[in-house]
């Protein structure tokens, strides 16, 4: 069965029409595909090829190499704790930690009724809010184990994310500029 509709094929088409070659739209047609089902399977890597025109090897090395395409499905929330360097240094670790023994799943795991999964990272580009943790794409940076837990408790108490609090990234900055 076909993933995309009549309609969202029109759009895709009108996408690569901005392009010159149509597999300048991999990644947003790759995008679209998990919006639409959770995670990129083999059938899902086959119509990409086809709809962008490249082979099907390429789609599937682009999908293995961006951390944001899943191959298998993940939960509604999904977690990821940076374990890069700056977040290492900073207690990212422990936040792996914690969020492991707090879902009771490993990494790229999800819990047993699919509402969490969770991911240790390399780099989310949020280095000035060490340590970090994402759930979807919601950044919550400066946190702790316990932070952590809270945003998991407000998850299952309201069944969405919270509001990550608000992190000056360079107080020394700001202070000077207000001088």
Request: charged letters at 25%.
């Amino acid at each position: 069965m076909p993933i995309f509709s009549d309609t969202e094929l029109q759009e895709i088409s009108e996408l690569q029409k901005r392009y010159p070659e149509p597999a300048a739209t991999l990644l947003p047609v790759l995008w679209r595909i998990q919006d639409k089902r959770g995670w990129i399977d083999s059938d899902a890597m086959e119509e990409a090829a086809a709809i962008c025109q490249v082979p099907k090897s390429h789609v599937e090395g682009v999908v293995s190499f961006y951390t944001m395409f899943f191959e298998k499905p993940m939960g509604k929330f999904h977690v990821q704790v940076c374990t890069n360097v700056s977040c290492m240094l900073c207690g990212g670790e422990k936040i792996l930690d914690a969020m492991k023994a707090r879902l009771g799943v490993a990494n790229l795991e999800r819990t047993p009724d699919g509402t969490f999964s969770i991911e240790e990272v390399e780099c989310m580009g949020a280095c000035g809010g060490a340590p970090m943790m994402a759930v979807n794409e919601t950044f919550f940076e400066k946190t702790s184990p316990t932070e952590a837990n809270e945003v998991i408790d407000t998850i299952l108490a309201k069944g969405e994310i919270p509001t990550p609090k608000f992190v000056q990234q360079m107080p020394e900055l700001s202070e000077a500029s207000n001088r």
